[in-house]
Structure formats: structure tokens, C-alpha cells
């Protein structure tokens, strides 16, 4: 690469472009049939060139066609295969729209779908999911269907004002001139204006709804002559555009070409400012940003001034800019600091506003740039109407007003107040003073005022002031007559005391409270995020979530996480709010797979009383946050917005967190159960195959040499095959046992028992075994019975005392003893025997632990896992001690009440 | 002597141990018939008219469980369950549907014959009448209501008699707690099973050597009773 540094392609422009390349592959393509105006037969071409792929085996569906009911087109479309159309009740009456649903259900190759820029019926029922056609076309194109469409060049977003102009007709169904310019096709139909209106007079163009006097008054020669003039250069424009992106020099030039910075303020010139924009950027083929700095002036703005900012943003995104708020104290600070990152070549700004005096004190945004622009240009958009600065002046001075407590029309009775006080003080001190400090009672009274009551209640203060002063104090006294000129400085001095020091109040203040609203914004994140932070489970974030969000936003929250299968479900064991049963499934679903906000003011289904936003990164959402707002106000403004989607976005980090901790717990999970697999296996095949050596080599010996045996080796070989069956048998009954208690399977049959029943039942099992272990059985007589399953309870005295029948000498004694505790029997089973291995006894009841190494004894140490399990069953817990002096000590609990008793 | 033999049928899916079963008991001479479905199950006992009938709950054409209930609806013959330790329900559904005893699996020769026997006698006793038992040094006499230890009388109330009297009239044999107190309190205290504990427990106290490990009134933890005697093996 020869090219120099500073032109080196922006990193990130290559990796949109490549991405954008990679989105084409699998999106379907666009194609326009474009004319100059209704009747040139757009939809007529449309339909001819469908039957045409048709018949060379395409797979073409029509979608939507307007029906205008002419027999010509009709026919045409007979043959092709027709989606059903959906009903919406719109007013009292039902119109035939276009069935989104059953398209992307149908997801044929090519749909043809008539009028790009149509409007759906955003009040009907069903409601539209999109306001606008081309939004659903979108959604088709994102599924990989190619669509084919209708647009008329007066529907142009940037050629509206100019079509206005020419024809004195405004359109109000828009259309973006992104989707224009990036559809994949334009094919343009013309007709020469003469056959246009013989065809309109023939009555074979189809007029909507517009009155007939609009209509000739539109259908005029010298207006369609220059409609078509306008289509033909936008046509024209759009080729030299693909030209120039064909040759890859040029496409170079363009990722590394200019960049224009187009900055708005919450004027009525931003909108010119935008499309200004516009056509500098298609003029330089350049990439173009729009900005809008929120500096302290942002909360004085009025309702509409808010509106407006969020309309001109929405304007600039429909004519292909990227839009960015930005922080900053002032416009041209944050605006410079942008450039530097971004790169920009233009900057674009509207003129300064200010003159004389006031520009010199308060530069604007635009005299500063140029003071300080470095490495880039500035250029400078006069305003188009005169009046605009007019009507900022009146909205600065509305502005005023709002953010002094109490009523203006209060404030103004303070500054009469102030003015008053001020004159009766002079009247007492005037006897005694020298006039220039009575002049000083007047400017106390005007700093005053100017610190408490704003800008135009201190003005009146100053006035009133210095009238009284005038009045009541400069001779002649009791006239406004002034006898001398000097007094004029005074009057000078007080107006301008008061005026700044009200604006300078008055800026604090705001400075105050923007500082503190961005305080809190940020303080709500940062306790959410801290909250989140310490936050473990999926779940318990879901909750932590909706709660800092209800308390930040004012609303209900409710977080829709999907299941394994990616499908969204409602939060299971909370009650949501009943206000969010309403929450759509549906429509969240749509939010998670396209990441892209729905609801309640956003693009997608805009009138749903919900605003749904996707949580995490657009690739790949983990989640959806329903809001539902009790002030809608709080979730749309923008900055409150712009929160919303920072919480999201910290919502979603903590979801994609909790998420990976999850599939690394199961994973970790895994890996023991595996290790626990092995284990089992290792330990089972040692256990099973020790018996059935002995089995094998004693039943061979007894089938061989049986005859030959004297009957004492006979009957021991036999035994020797029992006592091994035996073993063999337990042991796959604990497999069993210890399976059926971790997969839940066990019921408790839990019935009233004697514990001695219990003990003497276990007791009889292990009769042969214990045969060299006498075993005393002390149990205190006032024991009530135990409410347990007794099988189970014998089983864990048949494993206890079996554990003594393996671990412990012959000879040795045992002891089961039990005293009532409570609401529980407390039983102790205790031995004599060489007690517990070095280590934590407790460690014992974990599988395939044993007490003594592998080898002499069979029982692959399952024996105390499931003693364990059984006294949990039933509520209880059960410990091994060293018992004092000699061998081992195991105590359990069992309920002597039911459960829930 | 062929007519003096019992006869056995074994029904048991499983060949070897049907076949261990047959040697074991054709050596202390059972006649022995095999049935391995509950099909050929039905089929011998119709024709063979055997005096007791062995058999495996799990069969590969039907439950165990139908078998005893189809029986049940016509014959009153003895029967015998073999279970695994692991099918406790399928035992008590066993009992429940009238089996008379059960063997649990894996099993050892005395135990099957005692329980074999026992069953064998309970069909013969109604007849036989023979009313006094052993209990290692305790005598019972059941006509007479006496009760005589190494320490000389003992004095049983005339509930415990009864429980005592059923439970040898099933001597070796499991006796159903429910069938027990329906017996001796009557078929509206089913549900109490207090009473039965503590007489237990009682005659525990009067007649075993040591009451807490319990040699002749054994109980059937979950199930019921069985008292045993020295008379048997």
C-alpha cells in the first residue's frame, strides 16, 4: 500500500464495510420500479417482468397489490400465485393491508409488494408491527427475501421540500432515501408527459384519494415535465454512484474520503442543517454524522424544542446519517473533541445567530469552531427563511422562566415587593443619607432580586428601582425629571448589576441541576451495576434488574429470558405485575432476534403500551426488558432513553455473565459426575469381580472334583459361593439404592414406628454376620415412635451395623442407644473397633469413601452415602466422631412428629 | 409315597433359578412343576392342582400380581412370593392381593423351606388343631390359655391371647398388621395401629429372653408380623 498515513482507511469504516458485505450475502435484494409519477405503468412493469421470471421457473409470489382495479394489470397478475391479504378494522371499516406474517411464513424467493412508501395503519386492529411499508420490506429483506416494490419520486424524503416547490402538492407518505439508495435494483419507468395525460383522460390512471381539483391541478404537463426531470437525475445520481463504487480506487477513496460532521442545536435551522448535510455528503460521496451536543442549555428546552431534536435525529437517520448525542459543557468543545476521534474533514454548522454586543461576549458554536479548527473545515449554513432567530429569541426567553421555583407571575410580584421595600427603606433613611448610599439601598435591592427571582423579574426590579430612585430621591424629588446626567450612569449600572447577575444565578442553578441529574442518572447505574455485581443466578439478576429499573424509570419492568430452546418465557415462580400479563410474547420475541428496540415510541409497533429493549450487544441479545411506564415521558425523552439502553446494556452484561458462570458450573458439574463415573466403575469392578473369582474358583472345584472332596471342604466351598453372592447382592442393591435416592426417585412411605422395632428388625438382618459382635441395644424407655419409612430406617441400622460386621474385630462390642431430643430421637450407634482413618470423619459419608484401604473388605463405600441420604430424607442429619477412648461413634436424628405438623 | 408328596409349582421366568429352586426342593421331596409365563402359570395350577405355588412377580407375558388375583378368585392354595429386596410396594401389592408369605431375593435353602412349610402347614392346621407352642423356654398353651416360663406363670390379658392365637394359627407365616388388628379389634379400628404396638410390646416384655432383639414375635418392618417357634428349623 502506497497510501500515505493520514489517508489510511479508519479501522472501523473497514470492518462496517466488510460487515455490510457480509450482511448483502444472505439478505435478499431490493428492487424498485421507480417512476416519475402515478400511471406510468410502474406496476404494470412490475408484473410483466414477474411473469417473465415466472415462466422461467422463479419461484415469484405476489404479496400486496394496490387495488386499483384496472383490467390491464389485473390481468397480468392472474396466474401468479396471490398471499392472502390481512383484514385490519381501521375507523369502522375494514381495509385489505399487506400480511407480513404470511410472507416471512411463505418466505418465497421474490415477493412483490406495491407502494414502497405506503403507510400502515398504525390505529388499526390488528396493529401493524411497522408504521411504515418499507419497514416490513426491511424484515423480508433481513429474511432473505428478495422483494420487488413500486415508488413514486415524490415520495423521496430529501426531494419532498423540493417537490412541495414545483407542485404545490405535499406528500405526506414518505419515504426514507437510505432504502432508495441502497436498494440493489432501480428501474426506471418513463413516459413522456403528453402520453401520461392522454392515458389520464383515457381513465386508465388511478387516482388515490386525492380531491379531483388537486389532481389536475398536479397532473399539469409543466409538473410532470418536472417531476420527470427530478426522477431522471436521481436515477442518474444513483448510477454515477454505482459506477463509482464499481471501480475500486474509488471505493478506497470513499472508506478513506471525507467525512462530514454535521452539528445541530434545537433550532428550527437544524433541519436545513440535515439536508444540507445530505447533499454535501451525496455531493462528495462522503459518510456523514449528525451531532447534537446536550450541554447545559438541554433541560431549559422546551417540550416541542425536544421534539423537534428528536424528529431532526430521526430525519437524519431516514436520509442515511449516523446520528450521535453527545455530553459536553459547551457545543464547541465536545464538537472538537469528536472531530479529532472520528476523523471528520467538514464540519458543517448553522451561522451565528448572535450579533453585536452578545456575540462578542457569548461566542457562538460556530465563532469558536472556526477559531479553533485544526486539520479540518468549517463550514458555515446561513439560515434559510429570516424569522428563525426571532423565534429562538422568544423560545430563550420562554426558557427563562422555567426553571425558577414558584410562578412567574409570583416572581414578578416579588420584584414589585423588592422594588417597594427598597423605596419605603430610602423614604425613613432619606433625612439622613447622602444620595449616592440611597442609590446603593436600590442596588442591594437589584442584587437581590437578581440572585432570587431570574432574569425578568430582577429586570423589573432594576427598573422599578430605578424609578423609585428617580422619583423619590433625585431632586426634583417627586418627578421623573432628572436635573442632572450623571444620575443616568446610575440607572446604567443598576440594569446591567441586575441582568447579570440574574444570568449568572441563573446558569449556576442550571449548572447545578444538570450536574445533579447527571449525578443521579449516573449514581442509579452505578447502584444497579454494584447490585448486579454481587448478583449470583440468572434469575435473582433478572429480579435485582427490574427493580432498579422500576425505581429509576418509574415503571414496571419485567425481564423475559428465553429457555433452552430460545423461545421467550415469562419469569417462572414471580407473579409478574398483572399489567405486565400483557407483555407480548410475540413482540419480544421479534426484539431479541432482530436486536432492535419495539414498542411504545420506537419504529416497530410504536403504539403497543410497552417498550421492549433488547438486553446485551445487537449480535446476539440474551434477554428482553418490557417496560411498561406509568409517565411514558420518563422512558422517551431522550437522555432518560439513552439511560435506558446504558441499563440494558449493563443488564445484559450481568445475563451474559451469570450465563457463562452457569456453563462453567455445569461443565465443572459434568467433569465430577464423569470423574464420579469412573470412580464407580473402578470400584464396582474391583467389588464385583473379588466374589466372582471366589464363585467361579469354587463352584469349578466343586463341579470337578466333587466326588473326590471330603463333605467339610464341600460344604465351605459352598458357603464360600453364598457369602460371596451375598456381598455381591448388597452391593448392587446400594448401586441401586444410592441411584434411585440422587435421581429423587424415593418416596418415603413414612408411617408410625417403635424405634425397638426398627433397631431389632436391623438387628435380625445382620444376625449371621453379627454373630462375633454382640451388640446392646439401650434405648430410654419414654421414647415415643418415630414417623419414618421404616424399610428405609432398617436399611441404614443394616448398614451401620454391617459397617461394624466389616470394620471392627471379632469380640469387639457395639452399642445403638437413643434418647428423645425435642421433637427428634437422637440414636448413637458406637463400636470398639480401630475407629475412623486420619482425616475428617465426615468426609466418610461422600461416595466411595471407605475406611480402610481397598482390598480386605467388599462394599465399594457406598454403605455411608446412603445412610446419609436416608437420614436427610427424613429431615435428620447424621455425623461420625471419634468416640472417646476407642473406635467409632455415628449419630443420627429421626422426627418424632410429620412433617409439617 | 408319590401321593404323600406336596406338590410345588415354581413359576419363575428365570431358568437357573427355577432350576435351583427344583433341586433344592425335589431334595427334601417336593414334587416340583415349572411354569416359566403367567399363561402356562394358570394352565398347570388348573391341571395339576398343585398344594403351593412359588412365584416370581417379574414375568416376561404378565405382572406376577394378576397371576395371584386370578388365582385367588378360585382357589385358596398357598402362595409364596419371591421379590427383590429393591420392589418393597410390589411385595406389599403382592400381600394385599393375597399372596401368603413372601421370599426376598437373593434367598438361602432354610429360609425358602421354612417359609415353604410354613405355608404348607397353614392349609393343614384348621384341621390339625394342635395348640401348644414352644417359644425357647416359654410354653404356650392356647386351648387353655396358659402360658408357662423358666421363672414359672405367665399372665397374658385375653387380647394378647388373641393376637398370640392369630399369629400362630400363621405359624412362620407373615401376618398383614391390617389382617392382624382386624382380627383382634374388629375392622373398624384398622387404621390404629397404637393399640397393636404396644400389645407387642407387651408380650415382647413377657415372653422374649430379651425384648429389644426379639427371637419368636418378629415384626415385619413396613408389613406386619411373624412369629416363629423352635419347632421349626
Redesign the interface.
Known sequence: MSAPAETRPDPDQLLAHVQAEEARATRGRLRIFFGSSAGVGKTYSMLEAARAAKASGADVVIGYLEPHGRAETERLAEGLEHLPTLSVAYRGIVRQEFNLDAALARRPATLLVDELAHSNLTGGDPAPRHPKRWQDVEELLAAGVNVWTTVNVQHLESLNDLIYQTTGVRQRETLPDKVFDEADDIELIDLPPDDLIARLHAGKVYIADEVATAVERFFRKQNLMALREIALRRVAERVEAASRALSPERARARIAGDRILVAVGPDAQAEQLVRAGKRMADALDAQWTVVYVETLRLLRLSDADRNRRIAVLRLAESLGAETVTLDGPSAATALLEYVQTRRATRVMVGAPKRRGWRAWLRPSTATQLLHQARGFDVMIVAPAEPGTQRRTDSADAARGATYQTGTPRDRYGWAVGVSVACTLLTLVMYPHFELSNLAMVYLLGVTVAGLRLGRGPSALTAVLNVASFDFFCVPPRFTFAVSDAQYIVTFGAMLTIALVIATLTANVRQQTRVAGARERRTAALYAMSRELSVTRGIGSIALVAVRHVAEVFQCKGVVLLPDASGKLQYPRGEAPESALRRADLAVAQWVVDHGRRAGLGSDTLPAAPALYVPLGDERRAVGVLAVLPTNPRRVLLPEQSHLLDTFAGQIGLALERAHLAEVAEASTLAVERESLRNTLLASISHDLRTPLAVMAGAASTLAERGATLPEGSKSELARSI?VK??EM?DLV?NV??LM?FQSGQVRL?R????L??????G??QLRERLREHPVE?R?SPDLP?VHV???L??QLFGNLLDNIAKYTPAGTRAWISATRDGDTVRVLVEDEGPGFPPGEPSKLFEKFQRGSEEGAVVGAGLGLAICRAIVRAHGGEIQARRRAGRGARFEFTLPTKEPGA | MTEAMHQVLVIEDEPSIRKVLKVLLEAERFRVIEADTALRAEIEARSHKPDLLLIDLGLPDSDGLTVIRRLRAWSPVPIVVLSARTMEDQKIAALDAGADDYVTKPFSAPELLARVRAALRRNVRSTEQTSALKLGDVRLDLDRREARGSAGEIHLTPLEYRVIECLARHLGSIVMQRQLIGEVWGPERLDDSRSLRVCIKNLREKLERDPQKPRYLLTETGLGYRLRSDEEP
Do not use: I, K, N, T
Not at chain 1, 751 to 754: E, M, T, V, Y
Not at chain 1, 756 to 761: I, N, Q, T
Open positions: 453364598e453372592a451375598r447382592s442393591s441401586l439404592d434411585r412411605r408411617d408410625w414406628q417403635p425397638e422395632d426398627l433397631v431389632g428388625a438387628l435380625e441395644v434405648l415412635p419409612d421404616a424399610g430406617v432398617v
